[in-house]
């Protein structure tokens, strides 16, 4: 019995064309994860150059501490997903490696969510909510957090995804029901990993730079 006949499904009959589908699937995936985000920074662009006095008031109100340690959190973990991708193409004998890092990659996930609740709770503390009970007064300052509770939540509902998809495939390692070689599940789930990480690269500097650099 071949070793990816296990891995095999409705409707392939080769398993390298499944592979190749669900490869070329998840590309297609991410360029369209790409454009919805990049629709998001183009409209944040528009509003920056129409205010941008207001967007450095409201950037210089963000908290770039939580900013930057979940910046490093989402850098570490996509080194622990890289870690068990690289592993789990090398064969069955680093399972314990990849077990580890894909646990390790969901734990960083977590600890990220965890510490953008303590920035939000300080946001709504702040009144950085936009309504009839936001802080700032500048023209334009309510455009720039109406964005950031919208780019951020989407980002944090694709993290959540990732997190699931992650601890799937830890707790399958972890009770040895994982399949190592040539299985695309790893590297299509580290793919998705690695666009949420990159993503939030480009999110860093619109949200927590303004005002602070020039």
Same mark, same amino acid.
């Given at each position: 019995?071949?070793?990816?006949?296990?891995?095999? @499904?409705?409707?392939?009959? $080769?398993?390298?064309?499944?592979?190749?589908?669900? @490869?070329?699937?998840?590309?297609?995936?991410? #360029?369209?994860?790409?454009?919805?985000?990049?629709?998001?920074?183009?409209?944040? +662009?528009?509003?920056?150059?129409? $205010?941008?006095?207001?967007? #450095? *008031? #409201?950037?210089?109100?963000?908290?770039?501490?939580?900013? +930057?340690?979940?910046?490093?959190?989402?850098?570490?973990?996509?080194?622990?997903?890289?870690?068990?991708?690289?592993?789990?193409?090398?064969?069955?004998h680093f399972r314990r490696l990849i077990t580890s890092c894909l646990a390790a990659t969901a734990m960083l996930?977590?600890?990220?969510?965890? *510490? @953008?609740?303590f920035e939000y709770n300080e946001d709504i503390a702040k009144h950085l909510v936009p309504g009839s009970r936001?802080?700032?007064?500048?023209?334009? #300052?309510?455009?720039?957090?109406?964005?950031?509770?919208?780019? +951020?939540?989407?980002?944090?509902i694709h993290l959540t995804i990732g997190i699931a998809l992650v601890i799937r495939l830890a707790l399958l390692?972890?009770?040895?029901?994982?399949?190592?070689? @040539?299985?695309?599940?790893?590297? *299509? +789930?580290?793919?998705?990993?690695?666009?949420?990480?990159?993503?939030?690269?480009?999110?860093?500097?619109?949200?927590?730079?303004?005002?602070?650099?020039?």
């Open positions: 019995m071949s070793e990816t006949t296990g891995l095999l @499904k409705e409707p392939w009959a $080769h398993f390298e064309r499944q592979r190749g589908a669900g @490869k070329f699937g998840i590309w297609v995936f991410l #360029a369209s994860e790409i454009l919805f985000f990049g629709a998001l920074m183009l409209t944040y +662009t528009v509003c920056r150059i129409d $205010h941008p006095t207001a967007f #450095a *008031v #409201a950037g210089r109100e963000t908290n770039i501490w939580y900013g +930057t340690i979940n910046t490093a959190i989402l850098i570490t973990s996509s080194l622990t997903m890289a870690v068990a991708s690289q592993a789990a193409a090398a064969g069955q996930g977590l600890v990220f969510l965890m *510490v @953008k609740g936001f802080a700032l007064k500048e023209t334009g #300052a309510q455009l720039f957090y109406g964005w950031y509770w919208l780019v +951020t939540g989407v980002h944090a390692g972890y009770f040895d029901k994982l399949q190592i070689d @040539k299985n695309p599940e790893i590297e *299509v +789930t580290g793919l998705y990993w690695h666009l949420v990480d990159v993503i939030w690269i480009f999110l860093y500097p619109l949200i927590y730079l303004p005002g602070r650099v020039s």
